[in-house]
Structure formats: C-alpha cells, structure tokens
Nanobody
Framework: QVDPVESGGGSVEAGGSLRLSCVVAGYEGPCMAWFRQAPGKDREGIASLYTPLGVTYYVDSVRGRFTISQGDGENTMYLQMNSLQPEDSAMYYC??????????????????????WGRGTQVTVSS
C-alpha cells in the first residue's frame, strides 16, 4: 500500500458541489477517511469508511451534506460535497489505515491512528 493521492479540489461558490477522489494503490483496508485543515486550525476528521462493512461516520458539521463512498475499484474513495459553505474551505486530505480505527465512532477521527496520508487537495468556497 502506498500513500493516497487526492484529486478533485477547486473553487466554487457557496451552495455549490464538488467531488473529491482518493486513490490508494495497493489498498489493504479496512479504513479510509477524509480530513481537512483550514489555516490556523487543527486537522479534523470529517468522514470515514470502514470498508468491510460499509460503516460510515461523519462529523456533525458535514452530516447530510457530504457523502463518503468507495468506488468500484476497492482502492478508490470519493467524497461528494454538496451545499458547500465558506467555512468548508480547507485543504482536504485522504487517509488510510490497516487497523479497525474507523470501525468505531470514538476512534474514527483520531489523526494519529492513520498511517498513510495524501498531500491534500484545496477546496475554496466563496460567499
């Protein structure tokens, strides 16, 4: 398994949509997740996927607007982002982990539990 590679970021107006993609070559499972980090803020987990069972978790600020999913190829993950707001502006990172970190909500967004990280893709939402 190699580090994830993200794509799909860009600039949109408030209310718009974007779909982020993440490819993890040689993905071994079972956890994939999306994090984001705005300037001056800590990196926060926003969506996770425990691929063996399809279990997903979302942070409250994105629940109902963002959807995490796995592509037809097991090594691909998506984040569909709808109703984007300026506060969603951040660098978005894909992460993968070989243990069951994302199988429980209590640990799904612990940054230090993820061992593979992409370089990020920028999302900018204008008002």
């Amino acid at each position: 398994q190699v580090d994830p590679v993200e794509s799909g970021g860009g600039s949109v107006e408030a209310g718009g949509s974007l779909r982020l993609s993440c490819v993890v070559a040689g993905y071994e499972g079972p956890c994939m997740a999306w994090f984001r980090q705005a300037p001056g803020k800590d990196r926060e987990g926003i969506a996770s996927l425990y691929t063996p069972l399809g279990v997903t978790y979302y942070v409250d600020s994105v629940r109902g607007r963002f959807t995490i999913s796995q592509g037809d190829g097991e090594n691909t993950m998506y984040l569909q982002m709808n109703s984007l707001q300026p506060e969603d502006s951040a660098m978005y990172y894909c992460a993968a982990e070989k243990g069951p970190t994302c199988a429980r909500s209590a640990t799904a967004f612990l940054v230090h539990r993820y061992n593979s990280w992409g370089r990020g893709t920028q999302v900018t939402v204008s008002s």
